[in-house]
């Protein structure tokens, strides 16, 4: 059973650096042709896409955020990590991190995500 | 704005039929697979619909998924309160290089 579990502060203030982990059990990032990516949901509105890393840490970023965003991952720890730089209250938002399937691009399963306000 | 165009809300009775709507343009839905996901109130988007049609395991059939050209469709049969979410559909974007959402859908059931 694959599962995931974000964690991270919950409050950050403008301008600084957010770290999020991403913990998960079930598959590992030494195989093959599997991935982990970062969605992000502010409050009330839609599903936005941030990040994506791959098996051979190959990486994809949101076009509008790919400035401000780095993903890595620690494949010992089965760890995947999302830095996000000069944050501000706009970046209000549940974090999500998921298992994305590559073939038919797709996320399944979610964690549970985290919320993450920015706030001084 | 997202690059997926649902309708921002559905409403409709117990019992009845669905069919949310995704428009997409020949770089996402035109070219690569659709996915949709439903997310309870306070919970994690969950997979309904992958392969633009295909159902993971559990999910039960009264969920279909279909797509033509660059629109797909979610239907939904046999409505149920527990319906009641928001509903999500994915695609890849091979010019953006970029996975992309919907805006999402409210689904209400009366």
């Known amino acids: 059973q694959i599962t995931l579990k974000e964690s991270g502060p919950t409050l950050v203030k403008p301008t600084q650096t957010l770290t999020l982990t991403c913990a998960f059990s079930?598959?590992?990032?030494?195989?093959?042709?599997?991935?982990v990516g970062w969605i992000r949901q502010p409050p009330g509105k839609a599903l936005e896409w941030l990040a994506l890393i791959y098996w051979d840490d190959d990486k994809r970023y949101s076009p509008s955020l790919k400035n401000r965003l780095a993903v890595t991952k620690d494949t010992s720890k089965n760890q995947v990590f999302l830095s996000m730089t000069n944050m501000g209250p706009v970046d209000t938002a549940t974090y999500y991190c998921?298992?994305?399937?590559?073939?038919?691009?797709?996320?399944?399963?979610w964690g549970p995500g985290t919320l993450v306000t920015v706030s001084s | 704005q997202s690059v997926l165009t649902q309708p921002p809300s559905f409403s409709a009775a117990p019992g009845q039929k669905v069919t949310i709507s995704c428009s997409g343009t020949t770089s996402n839905i035109g070219s690569n697979y659709v996915s949709w996901y439903r997310q309870l109130p306070g919970t994690a988007p969950k997979l309904l619909i992958y392969?633009?049609?295909k159902r993971p395991s559990g999910i039960p059939d009264r969920f279909s998924g279909s797509k033509s050209g660059t629109s797909a469709t979610l239907g939904i049969t046999g409505l149920q309160t527990g319906d009641e979410a928001d509903y999500y559909c994915g695609a890849w974007d091979s010019s953006l290089r970029a996975e992309i959402f919907g805006g999402g859908t409210k689904l209400t059931v009366l």
């Open positions: 392969d633009n049609n």
């Open positions: 079930g598959f590992s990032l030494r195989i093959g042709e599997l991935s």
């Open positions: 998921a298992y994305y399937n590559n073939t038919y691009g797709y996320f399944d399963p």
